[in-house]
T-cell receptor, first 113, second 108 residues
């Protein structure tokens, strides 16, 4: 089944404790992206990657890191999480053609205390 | 700055009562206007892509249209299962910029 998977789905952590949210897709898509979704602010793009070893900042990259060493994986790293990073995070992927639909993962709900 | 604005924020309809959702965008040289549906606790699900003014696309009870400044999502004779948040987004380079969404509730 074609899908985007994220782990963990739920995470409660404390300020400053490094964490990684994994994202994997099995559709051989070139493009992958991370979003956060907050009430009243909608979905905002954090980082995206057009292909392996190619990443770029979205609209809210501060406090996040990403890497794209393999085509299927695009982990999101929070080196020193803070409470304002409490949010619902989505990973998405699509193939390279403009306008093609993005497939979204199920989401990771992160709480930073 | 590229921006996407959706209205209304929330819409309550009776089953069978048709209506439209609005999405206005500011990017020049639009490279794609997207509509997604999002159910509570789930990731957005793709509905349509529109590229040029005058373009229309349909799927079941939904029809998306595009003008030079805005897009409409028309819902004809909605059913309770159409209840969801509808998101529009514009493509600006490699980025996708989303509106805040319209929360649609359809009562039987």
């Amino acid at each position: 089944e074609a899908q985007v998977t994220q782990n963990p789905r739920y995470l409660i952590t404390v300020t400053g404790k490094k964490l990684t949210v994994t994202c994997s897709q099995n559709m051989n898509h070139e493009y992958m992206s991370w979003y956060r979704q907050d009430p009243g602010l909608g979905l905002r793009q954090i980082y995206y990657s057009m292909n392996v070893e190619v990443t770029d900042k979205g609209d809210v990259p501060e406090g996040y890191k990403v890497s794209r060493k393999e085509k299927r994986n695009f982990p999101l790293i929070l080196e020193s999480p803070s409470p304002n990073q409490t949010s619902l995070y989505f990973c998405a992927s699509k193939n390279g053609s403009p306008g093609n639909e993005q497939f979204f993962g199920p989401g990771t709900r992160l709480t930073v205390l | 700055e590229d921006q996407v604005t959706q209205s209304p924020e929330a819409l309550r309809l009776q089953e069978g009562e048709s209506s439209s959702l609005n999405c206005s965008y500011t990017v020049s040289g639009l490279r794609g206007l997207f509509w997604y549906r999002q159910d509570p606790g789930k990731g957005p699900e793709f509905l349509f892509t529109l590229y040029s003014a005058g373009e229309e696309k349909e799927k079941e009870r939904l029809k998306a249209t595009l003008t030079k400044k805005e897009s409409f999502l028309h819902i004809t004779a909605p059913k309770p299962e159409d209840s969801a948040t509808y998101l529009c987004a514009e493509r600006a380079g490699g980025k996708l910029i989303f509106g805040q969404g319209t929360e649609l509730s359809v009562k039987p």
